[in-house]
């Protein structure tokens, strides 16, 4: 594809609800990393897969927290019991195999949690 | 871990002139050091990356330079342009994975016709 897309760009929902968020990386890229932005801060690290398993998953801030790659492509976040402090900017990036220090991210979903 | 500080949260220069903006660094000295833009709505957009065994790197009007005894970098635009104008942001790998990158709060850069 042309670059990493990912669904919502916009998604709005109430606490204590279940959201899952898309990433679709970059044809052909094996590592995939999610990122949380809020606003005036840089992106956080959240979690890193290498392939279809996760190899770093010490971002996630607590249990609610999950992602998956289970074909080594598209990846999905999924949060459950949404809190406010949830709102953010969540951004996946990707990278290739040969060139696996530069990282190629997507516009971002941002969710708000009323 | 690693700890990043930009400096001032937003810059303003007249278009022509350069623009230079500061990452500091905390902690270990990273093998490389990266630098990323980004325009409101969108996503960070890699523009260079700087290995701990380069001292300065060029790509057009963009220069990085990388000064591990100071854990220091600075990145300039010269001939600044409005179209500049975005923040950028500096990025570094996390201790103890090469993969994880810790990014600074970046620095808005508005250039001024």
């Known amino acids: 594809g042309a670059g990493v897309s990912q669904t919502p760009s916009n998604k709005v929902t109430e606490k204590g609800k279940y959201v899952e968020l898309r990433c679709d990386p970059i044809?052909?890229?094996?590592?995939l990393y999610w990122y949380r932005q809020s606003l005036g801060q840089g992106p956080e690290f959240l979690i890193y897969f290498q392939g279809t398993g996760a190899a770093d998953d010490s971002g996630l801030p607590n249990d609610r927290f999950f992602a998956v790659r289970p074909e080594g492509s598209v990846s999905t976040l999924k949060i459950q019991r949404t809190e406010r402090g949830d709102s953010a900017v969540y951004l996946c990036?990707?990278?290739?195999?040969?060139?696996?220090?530069?990282?190629?991210f997507g516009p971002g979903t941002r969710l708000l949690v009323l | 871990s690693q700890k990043i500080e930009q400096n001032s949260e937003a810059l303003n220069i007249q278009e022509g002139k350069t623009a230079t903006l500061t990452c500091n660094y905390t902690?270990?000295?990273?093998?490389?050091l990266q630098w990323y833009r980004q325009d409101p709505g969108r996503g960070p957009v890699f523009l260079l990356l700087?290995?701990?065994?380069?001292k300065e790197k060029r790509k057009e009007r963009l220069k990085v330079t990388f000064d591990t005894t100071l854990k220091q970098s600075l990145f300039h635009i010269t001939a600044s342009q409005p179209a500049d104008s975005a923040t950028y942001l500096c990025a570094l790998p996390s201790s103890g994975s090469a993969r994880q990158l810790t990014f600074g709060s970046g620095t808005q850069l508005t250039v001024l016709p």
């Open positions: 990036a990707s990278s290739s195999q040969g060139l696996q220090e530069t990282q190629y």
């Open positions: 700087i290995r701990e065994n380069e």
């Open positions: 902690n270990y000295s990273p093998a490389y």
């Open positions: 044809s052909g890229h094996t590592a």
